[in-house]
């Protein structure tokens, strides 16, 4: 089942703070009306703890007949201290940049685990690193794209002008039920064990590097054998 909310009221709030609270591990992302971190004003807030389960939090959607939503200071204060717990572990896409957000409002972010964009950079240099792109790619996802929502060239629109209904939920009609139990068991199967099977291999580089084993595997070599081969190898 799907659970994708809006979140309109401070009970819904609180309601999802306890949920993430609980999560081994949230998924975070801001919306906001500008590239620049330094001047961007956040938009909404995007929280998911499962696949098939997260909330949105619209504050500054602006456009005729708009609903009312939530003060940003009142969900910042209600935030913080989830935001700011080492404890309370988050993942993000670039998330240098939503830190400088919160920021922005005096919050440091901690608990982060996972940038998913620098873990692309690290094993897919070679291809795209947009989240569409990721999600498409890993998990069989395809999700409305930021052209999608807000249109393109002179006719687009600030996010702030996307109707928050469709912020939340637009993208679900692309994404077939054999697709979502598809990329669900992948997502929770194959993907992270070749992920961390990866992560094992750079470990024991680091080992081999700054333990210096490396080094004096070398000097044995030189001492046993003036063959270059095993020079090289070790």
Known sequence: DLRYDTVLTLQALDGWIATIAAAPLTALDTETDS???MRAQLVGISLSVAPGEAAYIPL?????????QLDVETVLAHLK??????AAHKVGQNIKYDSHV????GITVRGWRHD???ESYVFEAHRAHSLESLAERHLNRKGL????????????IGF???DIERATQGYLDSVPADARA?????????????LWGSLYGLGVAGVLLFGRISSRLRSWAERRTRRPWLQTMA
């Open 35 to 37: 590239l620049d971190a």
């Open 60 to 68: 500054r959607h602006s456009y005729a007949g708009v609903p009312e």
């Open 81 to 86: 201290p989830w935001l700011e717990d080492e």
């Open 102 to 105: 919160f920021a922005n409002h």
């Open 116 to 118: 998913t964009l620098l």
């Open 145 to 156: 794209s930021y052209e999608e929502l807000c249109g393109k060239g002179a006719n687009q």
């Open 160 to 162: 702030s002008q996307v």
């Open 182 to 194: 598809k990329s669900d068991a992948y997502f929770e199967g194959g993907y992270w064990l070749r």
